[in-house]
Nanobody, 122 residues
Framework: QVQLVESGGGLVEAGGSLRLSCAASGSIFSINAMGWYRQAPGKQRELVAV???????NYAESVEGRFTISRDNAKNTVSLQMNNLKPEDTAVYYCNAKIATKTNIYSSYNYWGQGTQVTVSS
């Protein structure tokens, strides 16, 4: 079993900052990538940022330069520092990880956190 537990989020005014954190635990053999997605009301879930095991990162164009993703591979954690937040960043943010478990080390599967609300007021 694998669990992703998120923390952070909340309500902030436009221009403010928030930090999201996510910790993976359980029968983990390896984590290929960890990242964050978000889903706003009435919209599809979209990728915000991802960091792969080699250290490469990708960001959504809308958050480039404002958000920074960071992983701690030793602790199986990932964080998202969000600066200069805008009302359009309002969404539920989900942690995501591609994990191979100790019972199936040759295949990686997507795991999701429960989601945390980020609300940016104008």
């Amino acid at each position: 079993q694998v669990q992703l537990v998120e923390s952070g989020g909340g309500l902030v005014e436009a221009g403010g900052s928030l930090r999201l954190s996510c910790a993976a635990s359980g029968s983990i053999f390896s984590i290929n990538a960890m990242g964050w997605y978000r889903q706003a009301p009435g919209k599809q879930r979209e990728l915000v940022a991802v960091e792969r095991s080699g250290g490469s990162t990708n960001y959504a164009e809308s958050v480039e330069g404002r958000f920074t993703i960071s992983r701690d591979n030793a602790k199986n954690t990932v964080s998202l520092q969000m600066n200069n937040l805008k009302p359009e960043d309002t969404a539920v943010y989900y942690c995501n990880a591609k994990i191979a478990t100790k019972t199936n080390i040759y295949s990686s599967y997507n795991y999701w956190g429960q989601g945390t609300q980020v609300t940016v007021s104008s």
